[in-house]
């Protein structure tokens, strides 16, 4: 008998084998299809799209199509997040990448919240001054990114919070217990600071009334852009739109989410070259066959190797060397030590390169936070 562990997607909880089709009818959220994918390659830049679209890691949406109408008129800006309750692993920068992504390509504004009082607010165990010190660092991973000082905001909640608080409140008169409870799964033991935070990660779709917010997020975090696309219009904003990412696997095996609890489950973004060596060649789970000579004659399963899929979603840039891969490895050709290989050196290399990048960028956090253009226009607000 197959007994699937009924999956759990919300906010703070994701468990069970993770069926992503059944998440967009779970949360009435739409595909992004080719021909949609196809007009967004048009209006680019570049003439591509990015990693993520092409290889449907970026698979659902809401209301995207309305942006992309109109996008070359700068429609649009984006708002995505972070709550810092520790130190940040790859699986951490995908919002930020496509973010920047965004930016890049059609000029838009970026406002990044990092949810200090949501991470307070949820920790068995961080007080404030901890969340302080993780809040900075994690701020410097995310300027890693190298987003354009004067188009960007990056802002933490306990102290940007008067300048939120007015349209909190709004959505939070218009939203009672019953729906809080039914979209977020809270109950009775759940704190009543976690409760109004909810109220608080809506107010960025508010930010630049004319245009379109567009969120670049794990599909998990859903649930609080359904509470806004309810109430948004009664008070004169408009809905926002969300693309939706799938959600990076552990290093054990392609379902399920990257956890900073599980130290081998996750590549952080400070490891060092021998620790990121042994976490792949120790634990990555192999679609390989158990003796080489099984391998060669029966060849190995992609679809199911954590190597493969990485290198698919995120490592990997070329189109014709992913399905180079996938056939080597497929027909035996290539074996699961070599696939390994492959991908630990494409690590290695990202690390090497974030962690050069953070260095250089620290110099513009503050441009970020208080004296870039927009900065300084958000907190003269
Ligand atoms: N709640 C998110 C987390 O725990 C952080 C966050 C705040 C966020 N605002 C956001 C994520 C907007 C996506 C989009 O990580």
């Not at 196809?38 to 092409?54: A, P």
């Not at 920047?100 to 165990?125: A, H, P, R, T």
């Not at 960025?204 to 975090?221: H, N, S, V, W």
């Not at 035996?332 to 990202?350: A, D, M």
Request: with cysteine; glycine share 6%.
């Amino acid at each position: 008998m197959n007994i699937k562990k009924e999956q759990i997607v919300t906010p703070w909880q994701v468990s069970g084998e993770i069926d992503y089709e059944k998440l967009i009818s779970q949360f009435g959220t739409t595909k992004l299809t080719e021909k949609l994918k196809k007009d967004l390659e048009n209006k680019t830049k570049s003439k591509k799209l990015h990693l993520f679209f092409r290889r449907n890691f970026i698979y659902s949406h809401r209301d995207f199509n309305k942006i992309v109408e109109n996008i070359e008129n700068n429609n649009f800006y984006i708002y995505t997040g972070r709550g810092p309750s520790g130190k940040m692993h790859i699986g951490h920068l995908i919002s930020f990448i496509t973010a920047k992504w965004f930016q890049d390509e059609f000029g838009c504004n970026v406002y990044i919240m990092l949810s200090d009082d949501e991470k307070y607010l949820i920790s068995k165990k961080l007080n404030l001054e901890e969340i302080n010190k993780i809040s900075i660092q994690n701020f410097e991973e995310i300027a890693a990114i190298g987003f354009d000082p004067d188009k960007t905001f990056f802002f933490k909640n306990t102290e940007y919070i008067s300048k939120m608080y007015k349209t909190a409140l709004k959505f939070a008169k218009r939203t009672n217990l019953s729906t809080a409870k039914a979209i977020f799964g809270f109950n009775n033991e759940t704190n009543l600071g976690h409760i109004f935070y909810t109220m608080i990660q809506i107010v960025p779709t508010t930010f630049e009334r004319d245009k379109y917010c567009l969120i670049p997020a794990g599909i998990d975090q859903d649930p609080y852009w359904r509470i806004q696309r309810d109430i948004s219009e009664k008070l004169n904003f408009k809905k926002v739109t969300a693309i939706h990412n799938k959600l990076l696997s552990p290093i054990q095996g392609i379902n399920g989410k990257m956890s900073s609890s599980n130290e081998n489950s996750a590549i952080f973004l400070d490891d060092d070259e021998k620790t990121i060596k042994n976490k792949i060649n120790k634990y990555a789970f192999s679609g390989g066959k158990p003796t080489l000579e099984e391998h060669r004659k029966y060849g190995g399963i992609p679809e199911i190797d954590v190597c493969y899929n990485w290198l698919n979603i995120l490592f990997e840039e070329e189109d014709n060397k992913i399905n180079e891969i996938y056939k080597n490895y497929k027909t035996g050709k290539l074996t699961s030590g070599e696939l390994k290989k492959i991908l630990i050196e494409k690590i290695i290399l990202f690390i090497k390169k974030h962690k050069e990048n953070k260095e250089k960028n620290k110099k513009d956090l503050n441009k970020y936070m208080y004296s870039g253009k927009l900065a300084k226009q958000m907190w003269e607000k």
